[in-house]
T-cell receptor
Framework: SQQGEEDPQALSIQEGENATMNCSYK?????LQWYRQNSGRGLVHLIL?????REKHSGRLRVTLDTSKKSSSLLITASRAADTASYFC???????????FGSGTRLLVRP | SAVISQKPSRDICQRGTSLTIQCQVD?????MFWYRQQPGQSLTLIAT?????????ESGFVIDKFPISRPNLTFSTLTVSNMSPEDSSIYLC??????????????FGSGTRLTVV
């Protein structure tokens, strides 16, 4: 079953603009991860944020985590056409090592 | 980080038949995970495969429909049995692995796109 929801479901922006995606989850977590999927292929790991962290950066990516609100956001700055993909958040809830995925956001970056 | 080779990349199968999907990892891993992604949907965990023991299935998935083998620490197969059109999905395997400077995360196979006709 899905852990939570992401919004928006779809996002269309112009190249160079920033893209923000939000993820909400339902239970306590060890960490939250973000993945990208191009055209229904395999997923690529983007970034992991632990439950005791509030913000993390990796290149053009910025992730925040608010455990009190059970929510996270992914910001992609200065977007490029190559960023067009589906983005999923996934939570690692306990020591079972299972990932539970959110519903995903489809991002389209227009050249 | 780990590299996973997943085969086949796609297949079109007749209903009532079975398809076996293979995943080969370039390093030894304790657990391998199998996911299903129905068209336009997110990923749903099917089962966790540990070497030397029965796979652990998630609610809604049963061994008779999705038998899994895990003969060693680098290889696993998932079989989709007695297929129906509702089984048309992308199937992915995954392992936990170091993700470069990002720390640990999960590496995924490239997926098997299954169409049942």
């Amino acid at each position: 079953s899905q852990q939570g929801e992401e919004d928006p479901q779809a996002l269309s922006i112009q190249e160079g603009e920033n893209a923000t995606m939000n993820c909400s989850y339902k239970t306590s977590i060890n960490n939250l991860q973000w993945y990208r999927q191009n055209s229904g292929r395999g997923l690529v790991h983007l970034i992991l944020i632990r439950s005791n962290e509030r913000e993390k950066h990796s290149g053009r990516l910025r992730v925040t985590l608010d455990t009190s609100k059970k929510s996270s956001s992914l910001l992609i700055t200065a977007s490029r056409a190559a960023d067009t993909a589906s983005y999923f958040c996934a939570t690692d809830m306990d020591s079972s090592y299972k990932l539970i995925f959110g519903s995903g956001t489809r991002l389209l970056v227009r050249p | 980080s780990a590299v996973i080779s997943q085969k086949p990349s796609r297949d079109i199968c007749q209903r009532g038949t079975s398809l076996t999907i293979q995943c080969q990892v370039d390093s030894q891993v304790t657990m391998m995970f199998w996911y299903r992604q129905q068209p336009g949907q997110s990923l749903t965990l099917i089962a966790t495969a540990n070497q030397g023991s029965e796979a652990t299935y998630e609610s809604g998935f049963v061994i008779d429909k999705f038998p899994i083998s895990r003969p060693n620490l680098t290889f696993s197969t998932l079989t989709v049995s007695n297929m129906s059109p509702e089984d048309s999905s992308i199937y992915l395997c995954s392992v936990e692995a170091l993700q470069g400077l990002s720390g640990y995360g999960y590496t995924f196979g490239s997926g098997t796109r299954l169409t049942v006709v």
